[in-house]
């Protein structure tokens, strides 16, 4: 008796067939947004790019006074200059 015989190829093979086309769409995304001048990514307020997480936490401890405004100004050159 076949039953079920064959079954596990069809399967696997739609598998990869999905995969495949999933991956074709995402490049297509990609290049798409790259090729578009100003969809490089996310933008912060007022079109500012978004801060890092390493600036957010510095902004943070700035906040609670953890930071003199001198050891504050100097971490913020030193993120924006990587």
Known sequence: ???GHGF???WGLM?????VLAA???LIVLLATRA???M???VGPHGAP???GARRILDERYARGELTAEQYREMVR???EQ
Do not use: C
Request: net charge neutral.
């Open 24 to 26: 074709i769409i995402t």
């Open 78 to 80: 030193v993120l924006e």
């Open 50 to 52: 978004p801060r890092s």
């Open 36 to 38: 578009v001048p100003g």
């Open 1 to 3: 008796m076949m039953l």
């Open 15 to 19: 598998g990869v067939a999905v995969l």
């Open 40 to 42: 490089q990514g996310p």
């Open 8 to 10: 596990g190829f069809g």
